[in-house]
T-cell receptor, first 115, second 116 residues
Framework: DTGVSQDPRHKITKRGQNVTFRCDPI?????LYWYRQTLGQGPEFLTY????????KSRLLSDRFSAERPKGSFSTLEIQRTEQGDSAMYLC?????????????FGPGTRLTVT | AQTVTQSQPEMSVQEAETVTLSCTYD???????LFWYKQPPSRQMILVIR??????QNATENRFSVNFQKAAKSFSLKISDSQLGDAAMYFC?????????????FGKGTRLSVIA
């Protein structure tokens, strides 16, 4: 088990460009979460999937953001027309839903800088 | 909406000493989990300890223990025999079990420094 992986680890882009991040969860994990963490803050929930179904989206997820999880495996998070306010660490986590408790395992994150 | 508050932006402790990190939360629900996560510099977040709200007994994991006061909505983390490797950001987090909503709600974190 290699843990949750995210790619790229760092991304620098110019305002107005589109970016896409990838998250590979722990195999067999059926739930996948995206969080955003800005400097000096704790992670904030963006969206989550159970298998391929996107079950919840935060109000933080504007129309410029879209997430997918085709076939219930890896997930992508795309930000269109990036803004400087999008600069943050984007964290992915996965869990296996079984019983009452399902620990979320976090990836190393993708740090986005919008110039 | 649930909120989590960590009132100590930074804390420091001498190596081998004990430190307590504070966390309070606000919820109207009765069924939930509370967590402490550790985020070392440039490394991924890992779970330190969890507490089920229905359990009265405080959780313990080796040198880490919690003081869970449900009525006061308080959930502090005690680190005993602090080690240099304990230096990190610590986040308190809440997860509802009532509505089936599973995303975590985090506090702003406490940066812990360990002094040799």
């Amino acid at each position: 088990d290699t843990g949750v992986s995210q790619d790229p680890r760092h991304k620098i882009t110019k305002r107005g460009q589109n970016v896409t991040f990838r998250c590979d969860p722990i195999s067999e994990h059926n739930r996948l979460y995206w969080y955003r963490q800005t400097l000096g803050q704790g992670p904030e929930f963006l969206t989550y999937f159970q298998n391929e179904a996107q079950l919840e989206k935060s109000r933080l997820l504007s129309d410029r953001f879209s997430a997918e999880r085709p076939k219930g495996s890896f997930s992508t998070l795309e930000i269109q027309r990036t803004e400087q306010g999008d600069s943050a660490m984007y964290l992915c986590a996965s869990s296996f839903m079984a019983g009452n408790f399902h620990e979320q395992y976090f990836g190393p994150g993708t740090r986005l800088t919008v110039t | 909406a649930q909120t989590v508050t960590q009132s100590q932006p930074e804390m420091s402790v001498q190596e081998a000493e004990t430190v307590t990190l504070s966390c309070t939360y606000d919820t109207s629900e009765s069924d939930y989990y509370l967590f402490w996560y550790k985020q070392p510099p440039s490394r991924q977040m890992i779970l330190v300890i969890r507490q089920e709200a229905y359990k009265q007994q405080n959780a313990t994991e080796n040198r880490f223990s919690v003081n869970f006061q449900k009525a006061a909505k308080s959930f502090s983390l005690k680190i005993s025999d602090s080690q240099l490797g304990d230096a990190a950001m610590y986040f308190c987090a809440y997860r509802s079990e009532t509505s089936g909503n599973t995303p975590l709600v985090f506090g702003k974190g406490t940066r812990l420094s360990v002094i040799a």
